[in-house]
């Protein structure tokens, strides 16, 4: 089984306000936190797709050794950043897909979902922190072409087995500032 991570970190933030890949917290932009999490997984590859801001963010976020990709249309939505992700995954079997704003991930969850998808191998899995599905997502390479070009949720049609990470912190989704976890130097 060869597993490539997938974070999807394309978007332009107008909600935000501000590129929030570079949002400082705890010392380090809100999208390294994620590239640090997925470097202790047992991930064979590591991808972080950009887009708006691509320059900005390469030039200041560690990416702990993933890859980067440019996502051209990223403006279509998480699908067209998935896509140029999965376009990008190589010979892997499955992608585990994570949001670049959920700062608080946990290299548990992947691991957890990882395990998981060896007794379920043909089916999508979700994390659930106790409020229904979440990230990571793990998505089977046979079900790569059931998946939309655009939109903001390409997966989430799909059917999806939940894998239970109640005793983890959920890695959150930064929608706005008042989204920001508190930080540790509060």
Not at 47 to 71: K, N, Q, R, S
Not at 144 to 155: E, F, K, Q, V
Request: with cysteine; proline share 10%; charged share 25%.
């Amino acid at each position: 089984m060869r597993a490539v991570g997938i974070v999807l970190a394309a978007g332009a933030a107008s909600r935000f306000g501000s590129p929030k890949q570079l949002q400082p917290l705890d010392g380090r932009p809100l999208l390294e936190h994620v590239t640090a999490a997925l470097a202790d997984t047992r991930l064979d590859r590591r991808l972080v797709v950009l887009g708006a801001y691509a320059d900005d963010v390469l030039a200041a976020v560690d990416m702990h050794g993933a890859e980067t990709v440019v996502c051209p249309e990223w403006s279509r939505g998480q699908a067209a950043s998935l896509r140029t992700g999965l376009v990008h995954a190589g010979e892997a079997d499955l992608a585990v897909v994570v949001l670049g704003d959920g700062p608080r991930l946990e290299p548990a969850a992947v691991n957890r979902l990882l395990e998981a998808h060896a007794h379920q191998p043909d089916d999508l899995l979700a994390a659930d922190y106790g409020s229904g599905r979440s990230h990571p997502v793990v998505i089977p390479r046979k079900l790569w072409p059931r998946l939309p070009d655009s939109g903001d949720t390409p997966a989430r049609r799909l059917p999806s087995i939940l894998v239970p990470c109640t005793d983890l912190p959920e890695p959150g989704d930064v929608d706005l500032p008042a989204d920001l976890p508190r930080s540790d130097l509060d």
